[in-house]
């Protein structure tokens, strides 16, 4: 494996882990409030989660370059303030990937909360836990098992995101260039070894995260 293979392969797995700790923060809240929180206006955030996995990757990078390119709605003002953008950085491929891996760990997660028993939770309530206590005591680490398979699927999903970190990130060797886009190049150079070498490391780490979901998913049931 080349030494710009190795590289991919790390800024892969750093993209990934990253961009997973970010949909936990992120997407375990917002499952547990979807899935426990009537509000007005949840439809609408449903369709905003769900929205990256039935769009084009390509059509979530650009709208995430309208967003955060360096004459974006957000990255405009903070390229006027600081100079730096985030566009075509490794922060950038965590952006995209985290955007892309969001709705697997939403729904996921949504329907393991969903799933555990109302009635535990109001047992806790009349035992003087409040909601937050309750939710963070009781719901959550019964829905456990769904949200560590959500995670896993998230990761899986991030390790091998293309469109939206092409359009967002770029592919630039030694940067932004992760695994997927380092397979893309090889391809249209003709270097027939190094794909194999890499579609199998992707491979064989998809499988295993496919059986480790698939574990965690059948404790859920």
Sequence with gaps: MSAESVAALWLSLKVAGVATVVNALVGVPLAYLLARKPFRGRWLVDLAVTLPLILPPTVT?????????????????????????????????????????????????????????RDLERAAMTLGRSEWQTAIEVTLPLARNGILAG??????????????????????????????????TAVQTGETSEVLILVSALTTVSCLVIYLAGRLGSRTS
Excluded: C, H, K
């Design 61 to 117: 990078g650009y709208y995430l370059i309208v967003v955060l390119g360096r004459r974006g709605l957000l990255g405009g003002p903070l390229y006027a303030l600081t100079g730096w953008t985030v566009a075509f950085t490794w922060q950038a491929a965590v952006i995209a990937s985290a955007i892309m891996a969001l709705p697997l760990l939403v729904r996921t997660a949504r329907a393991a909360i969903e799933s555990v028993d």
């Design 151 to 184: 995670l896993v699927l998230a990761f899986a999903r991030s390790l091998g995101e293309f469109g939206a970190t092409l359009m967002l990130a770029g592919n630039i060797p030694g940067r932004t260039t992760t695994v997927p886009l380092a397979i893309y």
